[in-house]
């Protein structure tokens, strides 16, 4: 599928997402975004935007090795990572406990479509611009009012970020969940 997409900004139904994503949606080895890696220092300025700090909690949708939930634990952040792929899990498990943060450095294998957020005070990703597309709704149901979502390299088609930077390669978004149902709090009021 195309970046382009973003530039239409339809919000999509559960039915129309569900017929997007296919059949093996959800199934291990099924993966609606490819593993990439996001560079450490990246890692820390999308934690610096989200204003991650001790207790702060965060969850990573597709979390990958757990560098960026290591990294939210490490700053004292309770943080959990989800990613469809085992090994990946278990890898992030072992580094989790190799750096001493396995407390507040948690993983789980699963479908992100499925994890609940309504515990989140930050959610993390990086993906891929139609899967944004994909998670807009579920963030803009679940999350509670002043959340922030940070996403390395892709937007959001429907929201406008209360902020944006570019490092290197990568270009950064934060959004900031608005005190009403389904709102996006605007940049001039952060
Ligand atoms: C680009 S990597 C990001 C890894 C890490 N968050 C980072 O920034 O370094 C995307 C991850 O999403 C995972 N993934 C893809 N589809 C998923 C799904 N439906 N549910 C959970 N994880 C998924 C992949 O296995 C991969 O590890």
């Given at each position: 599928?195309?970046?382009?997409?973003?530039?239409?900004?339809?919000?999509?139904?559960p039915?129309?997402?569900a017929?997007?994503?296919?059949?093996?949606?959800?199934?291990?080895?099924?993966?609606?975004?490819?593993?990439?890696?996001?560079?450490?220092?990246?890692?820390?300025?999308?934690?610096d935007?989200?204003?991650?700090?001790?207790?702060?909690?965060l969850?990573?949708?597709?979390?990958?090795?757990?560098?960026?939930?290591?990294?939210?634990?490490r700053?004292g952040?309770?943080?959990?990572?989800i990613?469809?792929?085992?090994?990946?899990?278990?890898?992030?498990?072992?580094?989790?406990?190799?750096?001493?943060v396995?407390?507040?450095?948690t993983?789980?294998?699963?479908?992100?479509?499925?994890?609940a957020?309504?515990?989140?005070?930050v959610?993390?990703?990086?993906?891929?611009g139609?899967?944004n597309?994909?998670?807009e709704?579920?963030?803009?149901?679940e999350?509670?009012?002043?959340?922030r979502?940070?996403?390395?390299?892709?937007?959001m088609?429907?929201?406008q970020?209360?902020?944006?930077?570019?490092?290197?390669?990568?270009?950064?978004?934060?959004?900031?969940?608005g005190?009403?149902?389904?709102?996006?709090?605007?940049?001039?009021?952060?």
């Amino acid at each position: 599928m195309d970046e382009a997409e973003d530039a239409n900004p339809a919000v999509l139904s559960p039915a129309q997402i569900a017929a997007e994503r296919g059949p093996f949606a959800g199934m291990q080895g099924h993966l609606d975004a490819p593993y990439r890696e996001t560079p450490p220092a990246v890692v820390e300025r999308m934690l610096d935007l989200a204003q991650v700090g001790a207790g702060t909690r965060l969850i990573d949708l597709g979390c990958g090795d757990g560098r960026i939930v290591i990294a939210a634990a490490r700053r004292g952040a309770v943080a959990h990572g989800i990613d469809i792929d085992p090994a990946w899990v278990a890898e992030a498990q072992s580094s989790a406990q190799g750096a001493g943060v396995a407390a507040r450095a948690t993983f789980a294998q699963g479908d992100m479509f499925a994890a609940a957020l309504g515990e989140a005070e930050v959610v993390t990703l990086f993906l891929l611009g139609h899967v944004n597309r994909w998670l807009e709704g579920k963030l803009q149901r679940e999350l509670p009012p002043g959340a922030r979502v940070v996403s390395h390299q892709y937007g959001m088609p429907n929201w406008q970020p209360a902020a944006t930077e570019q490092i290197g390669q990568a270009t950064l978004y934060l959004w900031i969940k608005g005190d009403e149902p389904g709102s996006a709090r605007p940049a001039d009021r952060n």
